[in-house]
């Protein structure tokens, strides 16, 4: 079974710029996340799709972040503009439990994007 | 708000000894409980999970993890470290619930960093 893929593996930019991620979750998965890790500090949730509909971007920057799922499969995440906080690890998840209906799921993680803003 | 604390950011063994990696969390409700592992450049892996069932929990690689209510911990150890066990470990917490407003959503630890040493 394919894991989480996640693309590109390393990105570069100034600040300033615009970035987006691109992942493609397990397939038959209804649940995705994305976590932001920055070094030194546990993953945090910024936001999750349950298929194609959002149930939770509390965390998520709204004035320069956002995130799609179109038709409930694949999803990008895109910065615009970029700050140099935005460095970190951007993971993606997936999980089969439909959110909501069991905290038992297990999130099966991608290999991340690590992005640096110069 | 739930919350968990690693005690610890690094912990270091021998080859051998017993690894003892610390994890308390703080929960409204009975909570869902996780350990994760993650190598260098890589995405987190499930190493175990508690959800009420029995407290003492078995996971892969030869790792476990108690449940102790009355300490609110969730501590995981290995008898004998490998070299291979270096890496670092996330403690995680969702209290996701049928029908509540949590989604599971999985908050994490800080992270501790293990190294084994021959």
């Known amino acids: 079974e394919a894991g989480v893929a996640q693309s590109p593996r390393y990105k570069i930019i100034e600040k300033r710029q615009s970035v987006a991620f691109w992942c493609n979750p397990i397939?038959?998965?209804?649940?995705l996340y994305w976590y932001q890790q920055i070094l030194g500090q546990g993953p945090k949730l910024l936001i999750q799709?349950?298929?194609?509909?959002?149930?939770?971007d509390s965390q998520l920057p709204k004035d320069r972040f956002s995130a799609e799922r179109l038709k409930g499969v694949d999803s990008t995440l895109k910065i615009q503009p970029a700050k140099l906080e935005d460095s970190a690890v951007y993971l993606c998840?997936?999980?089969?439990?439909?959110?909501?209906?069991?905290?038992?799921?297990?999130?099966?993680f991608g290999a991340g994007t690590r992005l640096s803003v110069l | 708000a739930q919350s968990v604390t690693q005690l610890g950011s690094h912990v270091s063994v021998s080859e051998g000894a017993l690894v003892l990696l610390r994890c308390n969390y703080s929960?409204?409700?009975?909570?869902?409980l996780f350990w994760y592992v993650q190598y260098p450049n890589q995405g987190l892996q499930l190493l175990l999970k508690?959800?009420?069932?029995?407290?003492l929990v078995k996971g892969i690689n030869g790792f476990e993890a108690e449940f102790k209510k009355s300490e609110t911990s969730f501590h995981l150890t290995k008898p004998s470290a490998h070299m291979s066990d270096a890496a670092e470990y996330f403690c995680?917490?969702?209290?996701?619930?049928?029908?509540?407003?949590?989604?599971?959503?999985?908050?994490f630890g800080q992270g501790t960093i293990l190294t084994v040493h021959p």
């Open positions: 998840a997936s999980s089969l439990v439909p959110a909501g209906q069991s905290g038992k799921n297990i999130q099966y």
């Open positions: 397939s038959g998965h209804a649940t």
């Open positions: 799709f349950q298929n194609n509909g959002v149930v939770d």
């Open positions: 929960s409204s409700v009975p909570p869902y």
């Open positions: 508690y959800t009420s069932a029995a407290t």
């Open positions: 995680a917490v969702s209290d996701d619930r049928t029908g509540g407003t949590s989604y599971g959503k999985l908050t």
